[in-house]
Each structure stands twice: as structure tokens, then as C-alpha cells.
């Protein structure tokens, strides 16, 4: 026996080095551990070398021992640590670990053959997380020996192949096998449970498995693991069923068939009534993200005797784990998991699970339960419900710490009930909620459920978390307080955390609404048209309330009293003014008081009226506000002064509106992304306001006009920013304006990750500096109608042949402007899909076009007074096989030969090449290429040759 000091050394570090005589050829970890009969372990440095002779130290000294390594402290050691050993002791491997991909730069047909000559007494193998890739069948010789394990890992490797059932015959003292996380194939094999009937754990999941070996020995090879066996994981494989022999596991606690292919959750049932199930220690039964359901009867999925006396009822018994941290018995953690299934109903009895502490039956296809004649439980308007025996699942009101044993082992809380996306319809029972009394979730969201919400549901002390959006709530009385929702002071002792009522159809809030520990609100898409006097006054510790598309007109004056808001949505509602009751919310970090733009047929009630008038000046008050949207009404003004408080305004919106004013001051927005103020009356001169904010990443701007439906007149004035500190800008929007000038290099010399400019419809009437190269990551780039025949302004010169180092440019327009020369460069744009310079003052144009061969569309004609291209018919055009419009229509002076007989396919939509001077022999078979065309001219050029025909 080994005897050790008061401070001798308890654990030494292990690595094992692998040396290839004369030199070091592989190195790599290996832990080996030795223990004593009290089961103490002692921890060494080994050198391994390939003659099987081991040097190891100790504290720094190195002693060479002459046993071979599976057979060594055979005599006491020498050294300052003073380890004694008795004489003639012999110490021997008992487990080797080797430490997670420390084997993957090594080339192995199996198992390292040195493991072999360990297997008189080692107990313990653990080759996880490596890249073994061989066959099982392949290492099954060198497992056999191993006939002492009792632990076997080899999960998280790329092991291939069968399962060997011969080696479990030697396998009599395993007791756990984890092979998860594997490419394994085929059956688990009968020799299994036949042999190794000591197995306490097994994990097969993550692997391609597909079930049990049935060879006629299924009730035994349950039968032996019964006793021992606790844990069975074969989630993530492709199992497609599950013998019904598995419920002799009486001592399974786990049981986990998630992510399977399982159309019931066991196989036929010989004698679905009087079956014996002896699953009673089962805590966590996990079969969701299967096809439950999908055929065969609802007993079969979840029998109706399982919630009976002789069922699973009987798992209320507690494990007896103390732990020393709480110095309390705990109770287990019994849970029944069926989500994401086909499951039509399940047996009311599932209320006799006792010991139940979660049940999840979220998005699995059930319409209700059934009673013992398999019919569904109905009301007497015949409306599916819950079944009243679930009330039953909650039965212990008191803290398990205090009792003794002997009464811990008779009660478990229900904690969380979740029936959420399924088919339930009907009203909720009231004795459900009052016997729930140690509930702390519930989730009945995406059903059919209507009717009054049984009061007592308000009532329970220790709910946190109450999910009920998306039913039909509220559609028969409106009132949330007749509803038995609130206008009860009981709230105010409960422990509510969450409330989720959204989308119903409740109307209005009644006074005393107390709920002081309530921290997330959702009210959006109700009915609601009346908050209550004083709604606000008892959520001192809301963070996030949600009351978007309801239909009242004002807050109350007490809304401003909920101190820890930090969530606000109230978009699309009738508010008549901006309420200045939230400004007094100086917590908030989102408000939202936009009204929804689009489709009104989408909202179930029609809303009208739009917020008018001022943002008062308050508002700048919100110094913790990141985003801010008040999009879509008919507001006018911004505050002028305060902006430099709102230091942490990350996204402003206020698009749709009827604003006159660019407050200066918003350029000391430090940390400002996104702005929106399209579609307003903004007239300001833009290079005044906003160019110091260096975080900007979206500016849109466009539309700003006096009269709405006339876009040709009013808008942001005066010429681009020169100075602007825009290195972030990544959309610049500002079509429809007066903006003047060109587009000079100061306003692009900072654009270097702009991906969409838009200055369509303004006034400019400059030119395109060079600096457009800066311009590297752009993707959309529209110039056009800055000419329009109303004036004599519009873009002028060339496009400059620094364009060809917009790579990534798909859409470039300029058309109706008075640009005269498309360069060679644009060639260079292989991503191009649209090309449009129509309406110009063109007389070059790129004579090699044969790289856009993604080009869709390309149009460069002239209906009016504008393109008179000189230069020949471009090159290349063959090349372009996605063309749906092409267009050089009307310039009268291009010249040259279109390649017909290597243009195919011609483009798919419409060609016009008419009032020109190309040439070329018109093949004769152009009308049947141009068959489905839409449009073809060709007219006014001189072409040879027959026209077509049809």
C-alpha cells in the first residue's frame, strides 16, 4: 500500500512521448493513470519508447524503469517526494486518455497496436475527439482483448462501418459505450444487451444507425440491461422505429430519440390495453423532430396507459442526490418531449405523470386529447380542450429543502407547460390554473383558443413566464379585465416576468393594472382602444413594451411613470399627436412611433388619421435612445437645438412625413448609421448639415418636394458635400431634388465602401470627376434624367476611364444627361447587368463590349435630340448570351457590320438598331431567331440581304 505525506504529491501531469529509434519520428499525448485500492490515482511523466521501456519523472528527476509500460512500479523509486510503495507491489495501467486531437496528424489502418498489450488490466479507453476514420470491423480484434473494460469512448472521430457484435462477448464488465458523433451505419447489435449487462450508459447518437438487431432475442437483450441501464441516446441517426420491448428498461432515466425518423414513438403494440410499462424511473423522454403521427393510431405514439397507475405515474420517487453545496435533497428534472411531430392528440391521462416537470408539445400537430374511448375531449359546444386531469400535474406548494426524505420522494413541481403552434381550439377549463400553483411557464401561443381566460391563471404566485399571442382572446367580451387578465390587484404579489398577449382581440386595460416585477409587455395587433387612466403607474421594472397596430388616440399621463423602460413600440396606432408623455422615458434606448406604409386591406380594422404637427423639443431629452422611427405620418418640424444629447442615436427614421427642417445640429451625431428623410419638404442645402457624422452608413434623402405628387419641383437644394467626413457611407439616396453642381471629386473622395449612389432626377449640371475609382465596392450607380428637356442642365463630358475599376458595379444608369463618351474601360465591368445611356449627347461609345457577359440590358438610343454615336458597331456582342434588351436605336451616324451569323442567341426581348449606317448581310433565317422577340427594327441602316418574313 502507498503512503503519503501531508503534502506529497497527489497529481502529476501525464504525457507520453512516442520516440522512433535513432530519432523522435511522432510525438504526442498520452495520460495514463494508475490507481491505488482506495482509489487514488497518481499522475507521471512517461517517456514511451518503441522498445516498450518507460523513463518517467518525478518532480524534474528522471528514473528509467527496465518492466515494459503496462507493468512497471514494480519497486520503490528514489527521490525527494519520498513515495513509498510496499514491497513488491506492482502497480498496473488502468486507464489511458488520449487528450482531444492530439492523434490527428498520425496515420492509423486501426487502433495504435500498443494498445493490445494493456488489455490484462486496463479498464478505461478514451480515444475521443480524434480523426480516426477506419471501420470498426477493422480494430475489432485489438478491442477484444480489451476484456476488462469497463469504458469504451470513441465518439467525435469519422469511424466508419458496422457495429462488430462479437466484441461485446468480451465486454461483460462494460458499463459505458459512447461512439457518438460518428459516420456508423446499421443496427445496434443483439450482443449487446446479451453480454455486456452491466451497461449504465450508451451513446449512439449523431451517427446513420437505423435500429435494433431484431433476431428474436429483443425481449431478452432488454431484459439484461434493465437493472443497470440509465441512459440511452440515439438522437440524430435514422431510426424508424423502436422496439416496444425497450419499456422493460425500468431503471432508464433518459431516453432520447430526437431528430429520428419514428412514425410512433414504439413499435406496434401486440396488446395496446394491457400492456405492462415499466418506464417508471424515466425522467427526460425526448422524441421531438420526428414524424410522429404521420401514420398508424394515436395509442401507438404515446399510449393511453402510460399516465396510469401501473404507467409512468410512478416516476414521483426523487433521486437521492445530495449535494454538499445546498446540503438538500434535489428533485429530478422530469421532463416529456414530443415537439415537432405529426401527432393528431395524445391521451388525457398524461395528467396522471405526476413527477412531470416539463411537458413540450410545441408544433407537433395536435388538434386535442383523448379520453379512453379514443374520442376527442370536448366541451359541451363539442370544442376540443384541455383536459381537466392536467391540472392535476402540479401538486406540491412548499419548499423541498424543509421536508425529509421520506416526503421529498412523494412530490415534484410542474414547472413548464408548452403547447405553442398546434391546433387547440375551445376555451381554457378554470380548474386547470388553480390547481397549476408551482407553474412558471406557460405557452399556449398559435392556437384557436377563445373565450374568457380563467382568472386564477393572474393568480399564480410563481408564473414568470405567460405566452398567449396569436388566438382568439378577448374576441367575444374585448375587455382584458373581463378576460380576468388585469384590474386585479393580485398581480402585484406574483412573479410575472413575461406577457405575451399580442394579436388577440382585446379592446381595453382597466384601471389597477399592477404588476411590479412585469419586465417584457407584448399588446401588438389587439384592438385596443383605451389604456386606462392610470396604465404605466404600476410597471415601475417594465423594460419592453410592445403596443404597435392597436387604435387608440393618446397615452395617459401616468405612461411617462414606467422609469426602467428601455423598449417602446407603439407604430401604427391613431395617435393624433406626437405624445409627449414618452419623453419623460429616459431609459429608452428603441422607440417606435411609425405608422405602417402599404396595403390597409392587411390590417383587420381600418385605421385612420396620422400623427400631425412638432417632435417637441423634450424629446432630445432621450440621451440613451439608439434607434427612433416616426416614419409615415404628416409631422413638421424637428427640434432645432438638443441633438448633441443624443450621443448614442444609432438609426433616425422619419421618412413620410412633412418635415421642412435639416436641424444643423444633427451633424454632432457622433454614432449616427442609418438616416431616412426621404419623402418629406426638407429644402436645406446638405452641405451645411450632417457631414461630421463619420459612423453614417445609409443616407436617404430623395423626394423631397413641396407637393408630393409633383416629384419635378421642390427638394434638397445646393451642390454635394465637399468636406464631408462620410469614410462609412455605404447608400447615399437622394433622387427627386434640386441638388446642383457635378459629381466632383471632394464629395467622392472618402466613398471608398459606398455600394449605392442615386442622384436620379435633379438639377446637376457638372462633371463626373476621376475620383469615381475611390468607389471600389459599388454596386448600383443611377445619374439619370438630370436633363429631362426641361432645362439645359444635366451631367456633362465624359464618363472617365478610371470607371473601369468598379468591379463589382451591376447597375449603372446616366441616361438624359449630356454625356458624350462611354470609355473603353467599361469593359472591364464583367458584372454588369444594366447599361443605360439613352437621351445623351454620346458620340463615342466603347468599341469592345465582349466582356459584359452578364450584361441584361444595354440602352444607348436616341429618340429625341440627344446620341449621334460616330464610332462603328461595338465587338464582341456575340459573347453577350444573357441580352434581353439591346438598343442603339436613332443615332443615325454608327456605323460598321453587326456579326449575324455569331450572334446567338439574339437578345430575348426586344433589338433595335434602327436609323443607322450598319452594315452587314442579314442572314435568312433571322425571323426564326427572332421568333419569340417582342420587339424587332432593324430599319433605316444598310443591311444586305432578305428581310424577315414573319
Known amino acids: 500500500m502507498q503512503t503519503f505525506p501531508e503534502k506529497s504529491l497527489r497529481v502529476l501531469v501525464i504525457v507520453v512521448l512516442l520516440f522512433s529509434l535513432p530519432l523522435i519520428s511522432n510525438v504526442y499525448g498520452l495520460e495514463i493513470r494508475t490507481e491505488t485500492e482506495e482509489d487514488e490515482t497518481i499522475y507521471l511523466e512517461i517517456d514511451w519508447r518503441t522498445d516498450g521501456r518507460a523513463n518517467w519523472e518525478i518532480d524534474g528527476h528522471t528514473y528509467e524503469e527496465e518492466r515494459y509500460l503496462y507493468h512497471f512500479l514494480g519497486t520503490s523509486p528514489p527521490g525527494p517526494k519520498e513515495i513509498v510503495f510496499e514491497p513488491a507491489q506492482e502497480r498496473f495501467v488502468r486507464r489511458i486518455i488520449w487528450p482531444r486531437r492530439k492523434l490527428v496528424n498520425h496515420t492509423y489502418e486501426g487502433l495504435p497496436e500498443n494498445i493490445e498489450g494493456l488489455g490484462e488490466h486496463l479498464n478505461r479507453l478514451n480515444l475521443r475527439e480524434n480523426k480516426f476514420d477506419f471501420e470498426l470491423d477493422e480494430v475489432a480484434d485489438q478491442l477484444g482483448v480489451l476484456n476488462r473494460l469497463t469504458r469504451l469512448r470513441l465518439d467525435n472521430n469519422q469511424i466508419e462501418g458496422e457495429i462488430p457484435g462479437e466484441i461485446f462477448e468480451e465486454f461483460e464488465r462494460l458499463e459505458v459505450l459512447d461512439l457518438h458523433r460518428n459516420e456508423i451505419e446499421g443496427e445496434i447489435p443483439e450482443e449487446l444487451g446479451l453480454y455486456s449487462d452491466q451497461l449504465m450508459r450508451l451513446s449512439l447518437h449523431d451517427n446513420k444507425l437505423t435500429g435494433f438487431e431484431d433476431a428474436g432475442n429483443l425481449e431478452d437483450f432488454f431484459q439484461n440491461l ?76 404515446f399510449p393511453y396507459e402510460m399516465g396510469e397507475e401501473d404507467g409512468l405515474e410512478s416516476m414521483i420517487e426523487m433521486d437521492r442526490l445530495y449535494t454538499r453545496f445546498y446540503k438538500q435533497w434535489v428533485p429530478r428534472n422530469i421532463t416529456v418531449d414530443l415537439r415537432y411531430n405529426n401527432i393528431e392528440k395524445l391521451p388525457e391521462t398524461i395528467g396522471g405523470l405526476l413527477a412531470l416537470e416539463s411537458l413540450h408539445l410545441d408544433k407537433s400537430g395536435l388538434e386535442g386529447f383523448y379520453d379512453e374511448d379514443g374520442e376527442f375531449v370536448v366541451d359541451g359546444d363539442g370544442n376540443r380542450k384541455l383536459p381537466i386531469k392536467l391540472g392535476e400535474l402540479s401538486h406540491y406548494d412548499g419548499d423541498p429543502s424543509e421536508l425529509e426524505v421520506r416526503e421529498a420522494a412523494e412530490i415534484l413541481d410542474f414547472i413548464i407547460f408548452s403547447i405553442a403552434d398546434n391546433k387547440f381550439e375551445g376555451y381554457i377549463p378554470e380548474d386547470i390554473p388553480r390547481d397549476w400553483e408551482n407553474i412558471k411557464t406557460i405557452r399556449l401561443e398559435n392556437n384557436l383558443f377563445d373565450g374568457d381566460l380563467a382568472e386564477d391563471f393572474f393568480q399564480l404566485e410563481k408564473l414568470e413566464v405567460f405566452n398567449l399571442e396569436n388566438n382568439l382572446f378577448g374576441q367575444d367580451s374585448g375587455s382584458l379585465e373581463a378576460d380576468g387578465l388585469f384590474g386585479s390587484s393580485s398581480m402585484s404579489a406574483s ?77 401604427t396606432n391613431v395617435l393624433e399627436r406626437f405624445p409627449e408623455e414618452i419623453t419623460d422615458l429616459t431609459e429608452l434606448d428603441y422607440l417606435n412611433i411609425s405608422r405602417q406604409s402599404g396595403n390597409p386591406e392587411m390590417n383587420r380594422f381600418e385605421l385612420q388619421g396620422e400623427m400631425e404637427g412638432e417632435v417637441p423639443d423634450e424629446i432630445t431629452n432621450l440621451s440613451q435612445l439608439v434607434t427612433f422611427l416616426l416614419s409615415n405620418n404628416e409631422l413638421e418640424t424637428l427640434p432645432e437645438e438638443g441633438w448633441g444629447g443624443m450621443g448614442e442615436l444609432v438609426f433616425f427614421q422619419a421618412q413620410n412625413n412633412e418635415l421642412v427642417n435639416l436641424p444643423p445640429e444633427m451633424g454632432n451625431l457622433a454614432n449616427l448609421e442609418w438616416l431616412y428623410l426621404n419623402n418629406n419638404q426638407v429644402e436645406d442645402n446638405i452641405d451645411d448639415n450632417l457631414t461630421n457624422t463619420s459612423e453614417l452608413e445609409r443616407f436617404y434623402i430623395q423626394y423631397n418636394n413641396e407637393d408630393k405628387e409633383d416629384k419635378a419641383s421642390g427638394g434638397v437644394s445646393g451642390s454635394l458635400p465637399q468636406n464631408s467626413n462620410w469614410n462609412n457611407l455605404e447608400r447615399f439616396l437622394a433622387d427627386a431634388n434640386q441638388i446642383e453642381g457635378g459629381l466632383h471629386d471632394q464629395f467622392l473622395q472618402n466613398l471608398s465602401f459606398l455600394e449605392h449612389l442615386s442622384l436620379y432626377r435633379n438639377e446637376m449640371d457638372g462633371e463626373i470627376g476621376d475620383r469615381i475609382n475611390v468607389m471600389r465596392e459599388l454596386v448600383w450607380w443611377d445619374l439619370g434624367l438630370n436633363f429631362e428637356r426641361r432645362s439645359e442642365e444635366g451631367l456633362t463630358g465624359e464618363i472617365p476611364d478610371t470607371v473601369g475599376a ?112 450598319l452594315e452587314g448581310d442579314i442572314p435568312d433565317d433571322l425571323h426564326t431567331k427572332s421568333s419569340d422577340m417582342v420587339f424587332l427594327n432593324i430599319r433605316s441602316n444598310e443591311f444586305e440581304g432578305g428581310y424577315p418574313t414573319q
Open 226 to 301: 434493465a437493472d443497470d441501464l440509465k441512459v440511452i441516446t440515439l438522437k440524430n441517426n435514422k431510426f424508424e422505429e423502436v422496439p416496444s420491448e425497450i419499456t422493460y428498461l425500468e431503471n432508464i432515466k433518459e431516453l432520447n430519440l430526437r431528430n429520428n425518423d419514428l412514425e410512433q414513438l414504439f413499435s406496434v403494440w401486440e396488446d395496446p390495453e394491457n400492456i405492462e410499462i415499466d418506464l417508471n424511473e424515466l425522467e427526460h423522454l425526448r422524441a421531438d423532430q420526428n414524424v410522429l403521427g404521420l401514420s398508424g393510431e394515436p395509442e401507438n405514439i
Open 495 to 571: 412573479l410575472l416576468r413575461e406577457l405575451y398577449a399580442g394579436r388577440n382581440y382585446f379592446v381595453e386595460i382597466e384601471d389597477n393594472f399592477q404588476a411590479p416585477n412585469l419586465e417584457y409587455f407584448q399588446l401588438e395587433e389587439n384592438e385596443l382602444d383605451d389604456l386606462g387612466s392610470d396604465f404605466g403607474s404600476g410597471l415601475e421594472n417594465l423594460l419592453s413594451l410592445s403596443l404597435y397596430k392597436n387604435r387608440f388616440e393618446e397615452l395617459p399621463e401616468s405612461f411617462g411613470s414606467m422609469s426602467s423602460l428601455e423598449y417602446l413600440d407603439l407604430g
Open 806 to 917: 468598379l468591379g463589382e458595379l451591376k447597375v449603372f444608369d446616366f441616361n438624359n444627361n449630356q454625356i458624350t463618351e462611354v470609355p473603353d474601360e467599361i469593359n472591364q465591368l464583367s458584372n454588369l447587368i444594366s447599361l443605360l445611356g439613352f437621351e445623351n449627347d454620346m458620340i463615342e461609345f466603347a468599341q469592345d463590349i465582349g466582356n459584359l457577359t452578364n450584361l441584361r440590358h444595354l440602352d444607348f438610343h436616341n429618340a429625341y435630340v440627344g446620341n449621334n454615336i460616330v464610332t462603328d458597331f461595338p465587338d464582341g456582342v456575340e459573347n453577350l448570351s444573357d441580352l434581353k434588351y439591346f438598343s442603339f436605336g436613332e443615332n443615325e451616324k454608327m456605323g460598321g457590320d453587326v456579326p449575324w451569323g455569331e450572334w446567338e442567341p439574339l437578345p430575348e426581348d426586344a433589338l433595335f438598331l434602327n436609323n443607322n449606317e
